[in-house]
Protein backbone atom coordinates (compact mmCIF):
# COMPACT_ATOMS: atom_id res chain seq x y z
CA UNK A 1 0.00 0.00 0.00
CA UNK A 2 0.94 3.27 -0.90
CA UNK A 3 0.00 6.56 1.20
CA UNK A 4 0.65 10.11 0.54
CA UNK A 5 0.76 12.42 3.61
CA UNK A 6 0.32 16.02 3.12
CA UNK A 7 1.63 18.19 5.54
CA UNK A 8 -0.48 21.65 7.20
CA UNK A 9 -2.75 23.17 5.04
CA UNK A 10 -2.27 26.88 5.66
CA UNK A 11 -5.36 29.15 3.94
CA UNK A 12 -6.10 30.31 0.54
CA UNK A 13 -2.01 29.86 -1.02
CA UNK A 14 -2.00 26.37 0.53
CA UNK A 15 -5.62 25.53 -1.23
CA UNK A 16 -4.02 26.66 -4.25
CA UNK A 17 -0.99 24.91 -3.93
CA UNK A 18 -2.64 21.92 -2.99
CA UNK A 19 -5.02 22.39 -6.03
CA UNK A 20 -1.84 22.45 -8.65
CA UNK A 21 -0.15 19.60 -7.35
CA UNK A 22 -2.51 17.00 -6.26
CA UNK A 23 -3.35 15.49 -10.36
CA UNK A 24 0.79 15.41 -10.77
CA UNK A 25 1.96 13.60 -7.35
CA UNK A 26 -1.78 10.73 -8.05
CA UNK A 27 -0.26 10.49 -11.22
CA UNK A 28 3.65 10.09 -10.42
CA UNK A 29 3.25 7.69 -7.15
CA UNK A 30 -0.21 6.08 -7.69
CA UNK A 31 -1.09 6.48 -3.72
CA UNK A 32 -3.80 4.08 -2.76
CA UNK A 33 -4.94 6.44 0.48
CA UNK A 34 -4.25 10.44 0.40
CA UNK A 35 -4.36 12.16 3.91
CA UNK A 36 -3.91 15.79 4.83
CA UNK A 37 -3.73 18.18 7.83
CA UNK A 38 -6.40 20.53 7.74
CA UNK A 39 -6.53 22.48 10.61
CA UNK A 40 -5.06 25.80 9.04
CA UNK A 41 -7.08 25.78 6.13
CA UNK A 42 -9.55 28.22 6.68
CA UNK A 43 -7.75 31.47 6.69
CA UNK A 44 -4.58 29.80 8.76
CA UNK A 45 -7.50 28.81 11.94
CA UNK A 46 -9.61 25.64 11.58
CA UNK A 47 -11.51 24.61 7.85
CA UNK A 48 -15.21 24.73 7.49
CA UNK A 49 -17.37 22.53 5.33
CA UNK A 50 -16.76 23.71 1.86
CA UNK A 51 -12.72 23.36 2.75
CA UNK A 52 -13.42 20.01 3.43
CA UNK A 53 -15.38 19.32 0.60
CA UNK A 54 -13.21 20.80 -1.96
CA UNK A 55 -10.50 18.44 -0.79
CA UNK A 56 -12.24 15.57 -1.19
CA UNK A 57 -13.38 16.35 -4.42
CA UNK A 58 -9.42 16.80 -5.40
CA UNK A 59 -8.76 13.50 -4.22
CA UNK A 60 -7.72 13.76 -0.63
CA UNK A 61 -9.60 10.50 1.43
CA UNK A 62 -9.14 11.47 5.20
CA UNK A 63 -8.31 14.95 7.04
CA UNK A 64 -6.92 15.49 10.57
CA UNK A 65 -6.73 18.16 12.33
CA UNK A 66 -4.49 19.69 15.74
CA UNK A 67 -4.90 22.32 17.94
CA UNK A 68 -6.81 24.97 15.87
CA UNK A 69 -9.10 22.46 15.12
CA UNK A 70 -12.43 24.47 17.20
CA UNK A 71 -11.08 27.90 15.49
CA UNK A 72 -13.84 28.07 13.14
CA UNK A 73 -16.50 27.51 14.58
CA UNK A 74 -19.11 25.82 11.28
CA UNK A 75 -17.12 23.15 12.19
CA UNK A 76 -19.23 22.34 14.72
CA UNK A 77 -22.22 21.90 12.44
CA UNK A 78 -20.37 19.00 10.90
CA UNK A 79 -17.72 17.03 12.14
CA UNK A 80 -19.69 14.47 13.82
CA UNK A 81 -21.36 13.49 10.36
CA UNK A 82 -17.16 13.43 8.69
CA UNK A 83 -16.31 10.12 9.15
CA UNK A 84 -13.45 10.99 6.80
CA UNK A 85 -11.73 13.55 10.05
CA UNK A 86 -10.17 13.12 12.84
CA UNK A 87 -9.23 15.53 15.14
CA UNK A 88 -7.35 14.87 18.19
CA UNK A 89 -8.05 11.28 19.91
CA UNK A 90 -6.42 12.81 23.60
CA UNK A 91 -9.54 15.32 23.84
CA UNK A 92 -11.40 14.51 27.14
CA UNK A 93 -14.12 12.37 26.30
CA UNK A 94 -17.45 14.07 25.07
CA UNK A 95 -15.37 16.07 22.63
CA UNK A 96 -17.48 16.60 19.33
CA UNK A 97 -16.19 14.27 16.26
CA UNK A 98 -13.77 11.33 16.49
CA UNK A 99 -10.11 10.82 17.22
CA UNK A 100 -9.26 7.88 14.27
CA UNK A 101 -11.21 6.33 11.85
CA UNK A 102 -10.56 3.65 9.43
CA UNK A 103 -10.76 5.17 5.27
CA UNK A 104 -11.29 3.38 2.78
CA UNK A 105 -9.75 3.55 -0.76
CA UNK A 106 -8.13 2.36 -3.74
CA UNK A 107 -9.14 -0.93 -2.57
CA UNK A 108 -6.97 -0.99 0.63
CA UNK A 109 -7.93 0.40 4.62
CA UNK A 110 -6.07 2.33 6.42
CA UNK A 111 -6.71 2.98 10.29
CA UNK A 112 -5.94 6.64 11.05
CA UNK A 113 -5.38 8.05 14.61
CA UNK A 114 -4.86 12.30 15.31
CA UNK A 115 -3.41 13.11 18.68
CA UNK A 116 -1.89 15.82 20.33
CA UNK A 117 1.26 16.84 22.04
CA UNK A 118 1.13 18.55 25.55
CA UNK A 119 4.25 19.87 25.81
CA UNK A 120 4.16 24.10 24.91
CA UNK A 121 0.52 23.42 24.07
CA UNK A 122 -2.56 23.45 25.50
CA UNK A 123 -3.46 21.32 28.03
CA UNK A 124 -5.20 18.10 27.22
CA UNK A 125 -5.05 14.53 27.97
CA UNK A 126 -2.44 12.12 27.62
CA UNK A 127 -1.06 11.00 24.02
CA UNK A 128 0.80 8.20 25.30
CA UNK A 129 -1.86 6.45 26.94
CA UNK A 130 -4.55 7.19 24.08
CA UNK A 131 -1.88 6.18 21.92
CA UNK A 132 -1.85 2.73 23.65
CA UNK A 133 -5.55 2.27 23.78
CA UNK A 134 -6.71 3.61 20.88
CA UNK A 135 -3.57 1.62 18.72
CA UNK A 136 -4.01 -1.11 20.27
CA UNK A 137 -7.79 -1.84 19.57
CA UNK A 138 -7.36 -0.78 15.75
CA UNK A 139 -4.60 -3.31 15.58
CA UNK A 140 -6.91 -6.28 16.44
CA UNK A 141 -8.69 -5.50 12.80
CA UNK A 142 -6.19 -3.37 10.88
CA UNK A 143 -2.85 -4.23 10.33
CA UNK A 144 -1.39 -1.00 8.55
CA UNK A 145 -2.25 2.30 10.84
CA UNK A 146 -1.12 5.64 10.74
CA UNK A 147 -0.68 8.38 13.61
CA UNK A 148 -0.69 12.29 12.95
CA UNK A 149 1.26 13.57 16.24
CA UNK A 150 0.14 17.17 16.48
CA UNK A 151 2.88 18.61 18.65
CA UNK A 152 5.39 21.41 19.45
CA UNK A 153 8.37 19.87 20.80
CA UNK A 154 10.77 17.52 18.37
CA UNK A 155 11.60 15.44 21.81
CA UNK A 156 7.70 14.70 22.13
CA UNK A 157 7.07 13.54 18.76
CA UNK A 158 10.29 11.70 18.47
CA UNK A 159 9.01 9.69 22.00
CA UNK A 160 5.60 9.05 19.74
CA UNK A 161 7.58 7.50 17.11
CA UNK A 162 9.73 5.17 19.59
CA UNK A 163 6.79 4.59 21.67
CA UNK A 164 5.27 3.27 18.76
CA UNK A 165 7.92 1.68 16.87
CA UNK A 166 6.26 -1.62 15.62
CA UNK A 167 2.58 -0.92 16.26
CA UNK A 168 1.96 1.86 13.87
CA UNK A 169 2.82 2.20 9.83
CA UNK A 170 3.57 5.35 9.95
CA UNK A 171 3.95 8.07 13.11
CA UNK A 172 4.38 11.51 11.01
CA UNK A 173 4.07 14.68 12.93
CA UNK A 174 2.53 18.00 12.34
CA UNK A 175 2.26 21.85 13.28
CA UNK A 176 5.29 23.29 13.39
CA UNK A 177 5.14 23.75 9.67
CA UNK A 178 9.34 23.03 9.24
CA UNK A 179 9.84 19.75 6.90
CA UNK A 180 12.23 17.77 9.27
CA UNK A 181 15.04 15.79 7.65
CA UNK A 182 15.02 12.75 10.07
CA UNK A 183 13.02 10.42 8.00
CA UNK A 184 13.60 7.01 9.03
CA UNK A 185 12.27 3.49 9.62
CA UNK A 186 12.34 2.31 12.98
CA UNK A 187 13.66 -0.96 14.01
CA UNK A 188 10.37 -2.43 14.31
CA UNK A 189 9.31 -1.36 11.14
CA UNK A 190 7.05 2.24 11.81
CA UNK A 191 8.26 4.46 9.46
CA UNK A 192 9.10 8.14 11.21
CA UNK A 193 9.08 12.13 10.29
CA UNK A 194 9.65 14.26 13.22
CA UNK A 195 7.18 16.89 10.56
CA UNK A 196 6.08 16.72 7.16
CA UNK A 197 6.41 20.46 6.58
CA UNK A 198 3.40 22.39 5.32
CA UNK A 199 1.33 23.50 2.08
CA UNK A 200 1.36 27.37 1.92
CA UNK A 201 3.04 30.54 1.16
CA UNK A 202 7.06 30.19 1.88
CA UNK A 203 7.63 34.10 1.71
CA UNK A 204 5.91 34.31 5.01
CA UNK A 205 6.29 33.24 8.69
CA UNK A 206 4.98 29.60 9.08
CA UNK A 207 2.75 30.34 5.91
CA UNK A 208 1.32 34.07 7.92
CA UNK A 209 2.34 37.22 6.75
CA UNK A 210 5.75 38.20 7.73
CA UNK A 211 4.98 41.88 8.75
CA UNK A 212 2.49 41.01 11.53
CA UNK A 213 4.90 38.17 13.19
CA UNK A 214 7.80 40.33 12.99
CA UNK A 215 5.78 43.05 14.33
CA UNK A 216 5.01 40.50 17.50
CA UNK A 217 8.41 39.51 18.15
CA UNK A 218 9.72 42.69 18.23
CA UNK A 219 7.01 44.53 20.50
CA UNK A 220 5.43 41.85 22.26
CA UNK A 221 2.18 43.35 21.62
CA UNK A 222 -1.67 42.38 20.00
CA UNK A 223 -1.39 41.58 16.43
CA UNK A 224 -3.94 40.21 13.83
CA UNK A 225 -1.45 37.19 11.67
CA UNK A 226 -2.93 36.76 8.17
CA UNK A 227 -1.92 34.63 5.47
CA UNK A 228 0.54 35.28 3.28
CA UNK A 229 -0.35 35.74 -0.37
CA UNK A 230 3.20 34.90 -1.96
CA UNK A 231 4.69 32.55 -3.68
CA UNK A 232 4.19 28.64 -1.95
CA UNK A 233 5.73 25.55 -0.88
CA UNK A 234 4.55 22.19 -0.52
CA UNK A 235 6.01 19.43 1.45
CA UNK A 236 4.62 15.96 2.15
CA UNK A 237 5.38 12.11 2.82
CA UNK A 238 5.03 9.22 0.69
CA UNK A 239 5.77 5.76 2.23
CA UNK A 240 5.18 2.21 1.12
CA UNK A 241 3.32 -0.41 3.61
CA UNK A 242 3.79 -4.09 3.37
CA UNK A 243 -0.26 -4.86 3.91
CA UNK A 244 0.40 -8.42 5.11
CA UNK A 245 2.44 -7.10 8.25
CA UNK A 246 1.86 -3.28 8.46
CA UNK A 247 5.55 -2.50 8.62
CA UNK A 248 6.79 0.47 6.23
CA UNK A 249 9.19 -0.76 3.99
CA UNK A 250 10.02 2.94 2.48
CA UNK A 251 9.15 6.65 3.59
CA UNK A 252 10.80 9.40 0.81
CA UNK A 253 9.69 12.90 1.72
CA UNK A 254 8.44 15.39 -1.23
CA UNK A 255 8.96 19.27 -1.31
CA UNK A 256 8.09 21.26 -4.08
CA UNK A 257 8.42 25.27 -4.55
CA UNK A 258 6.40 26.98 -6.94
CA UNK A 259 7.89 27.93 -10.47
CA UNK A 260 10.32 25.74 -9.64
CA UNK A 261 9.20 22.01 -9.51
CA UNK A 262 9.29 19.43 -12.62
CA UNK A 263 6.95 16.47 -12.27
CA UNK A 264 8.45 13.44 -14.04
Given at each position: MKVLFI????????????KATLPHLKSKYNPHIIIANG?????????????AKEFFDQGV???????????????????????????PANYPPGTPGQGFTVI???????????????TFLPAIDDPFRAADEIVGQLSKKHKCILVDFHAEATSEKIAMGWHLDGRASLV???????????????????????????????????????????????????????????????????????????KAKKIQKIRLLEDEWLMD
Open positions: GDIVGNTGRKALENAAAGRGINANIHGLTMGNHTWDNKEIFDFIDDEPRMVRKAGGKELAVVNLMGRVGTHTHVQSNDDTILPQGTAYLTDAGMVGSREGILGMERTAVLRKFTTQLPVRFQVCEGKWHFHAVIVDIDESTG
